[in-house]
């Protein structure tokens, strides 16, 4: 797994098949800390998405990630977590972050 991915994400199910494995996570209710003293309720997640990620022992693997939002009660918005503030004060790599970044800007624009 990407590194400080489980900072933020839980394994929720491994699927093993023939040729594959597929991971699900599910992302923390953990409240951004660019949105400390908002009033922020879970409002479940965006559509799950899929990567690619290196094999294991020589199947491919699949991650399937579960990204949470939240409403701010205050603005009447939706927010997520900005991964530009994980990518540099984490483990996870940027391309990690670039990637979930990236996934952030292709769901709100679906909104």
Same mark, same amino acid.
């Given at each position: 797994?990407?590194?400080?991915?489980?900072?933020?994400?839980?394994?929720?199910?491994?699927?093993?098949?023939? #040729?594959?494995?597929?991971?699900? !996570?599910?992302? +923390?209710?953990?409240?951004?800390? #660019?949105?400390?003293?908002?009033? !922020?309720v879970? +409002?479940?997640?965006?559509?799950?998405?899929s990567i690619k990620d290196f094999p294991i022992r020589g199947r491919a693997c699949y991650l399937q990630l579960k990204r949470r939002r939240w409403l701010n009660e205050s603005t009447n918005q939706y927010v997520s977590r900005n991964w530009d503030l994980v990518a540099k004060g984490t483990r996870m790599t940027q391309e990690f972050a670039d990637f979930l970044k990236e996934m952030h800007r292709y769901q709100s624009s679906k909104l």
């Open positions: 797994m990407p590194d400080g991915l489980l900072d933020y994400f839980t394994v929720t199910s491994i699927d093993r098949q023939q #040729e594959s494995f597929t991971i699900v !996570l599910e992302e +923390k209710n953990m409240i951004p800390v #660019e949105y400390t003293g908002n009033n !922020l879970s +409002k479940g997640f965006y559509d799950q998405v």
